[in-house]
């Protein structure tokens, strides 16, 4: 398909891009915030990749890498991936874009953790995701979904 999937620069640009989004939040209102208050370089990392169509960002997401000593999702604990706020625009939704920002995250060869959004499972289940249910997760309001490297062994410290 040709997508890109590029790391997203913090930058006033960016933000109101960020405004379309439905899980538009506190995370992208504390970035605001910072640039703001700092007005700092255009181009400061951000945890969020996006695909723009044209010049226009139709998805994105946000991956933070968890460190294996916070890890309660896998055994044993290791590193993993956080993905969360994946979303596509409506007007540019089932066009494979989604998917082109999981595959991208699985790239990185660890093991990813997300919390989907209501509706959202079987999208999850077609990225081979799989649902796990802690009582201990309900309990947190959490419905976490985890996908696990093929092979991956946990990492040695």
Known sequence: ???????????????EEFKKFKE??????????DLE?????????SPFYGVYF???LVARMSLYQIDAK??????????????WKLEVLPDY???GYGKVLVE???????????NPRVKSSGFWEK??????????????????FVWYPEGVKPQQH
Do not use: H, W
């Open 1 to 15: 398909m040709g997508v890109k999937v590029e790391k997203l620069k913090v930058n006033f640009k960016t933000l």
């Open 24 to 33: 538009y939040g506190i995370q992208e209102l504390s970035m605001l915030e």
């Open 37 to 45: 208050a700092n007005m700092v370089d255009n181009d400061s990392e």
């Open 54 to 56: 044209g010049d226009k």
């Open 70 to 83: 916070f890890d309660r999702y896998f055994y044993p604990p290791q590193n993993y991936l956080e993905l």
């Open 93 to 95: 939704q089932g066009k």
């Open 104 to 114: 991208f995250a699985k790239n990185f060869g660890l093991p990813i953790k997300t």
């Open 127 to 144: 990225m081979e995701f799989a649902n796990v249910d802690y009582e201990m997760e309900r309990d947190r309001g959490e419905n976490p």
